[in-house]
Nanobody
Framework: QVQLVESGGGLVQAGGSLRLSCAASGRTFSTYAMGWFRQAPGKERECVATITWSGGITYYADSVKGRFSISRDNAENTVYLQMNSLKPEDTALYYC????????????WGQGTQVTVSS
């Protein structure tokens, strides 16, 4: 079993910054990628950013490209999401997710951390 614990969410004004962290524990001997997803009220869950564990290859949604940065600490099985120039439309519940291998999807999820951006 893999456990994911997010932290770093909160209330911030537009233009501000937040840094989210997610620590994976348990049976994490095999990690292909980790990512951040978000879901706003009444909206579908969307992928924000992902990063492969060995190569550090990143993906960003167009809506956050240039503002958000994903990184990881392989030794600590921790993934981060640095969010700059935050906009009200970034307001959502942010989830950390874990992908065990290329052949599997993101099967493990954290409890979510709330990010609220005021105008």
């Amino acid at each position: 079993q893999v456990q994911l614990v997010e932290s770093g969410g909160g209330l911030v004004q537009a233009g501000g910054s937040l840094r989210l962290s997610c620590a994976a524990s348990g049976r994490t001997f095999s990690t292909y990628a980790m990512g951040w997803f978000r879901q706003a009220p009444g909206k579908e869950r969307e992928c924000v950013a992902t990063i492969t564990w060995s190569g550090g290859i990143t993906y960003y949604a167009d809506s956050v490209k240039g503002r958000f940065s994903i990184s990881r600490d392989n030794a600590e099985n921790t993934v981060y999401l640095q969010m700059n120039s935050l906009k009200p439309e970034d307001t959502a519940l942010y989830y950390c997710a874990y992908r065990p291998s290329l052949g599997l999807k993101y099967d493990y999820w954290g409890q979510g951390t709330q990010v609220t951006v005021s105008s």
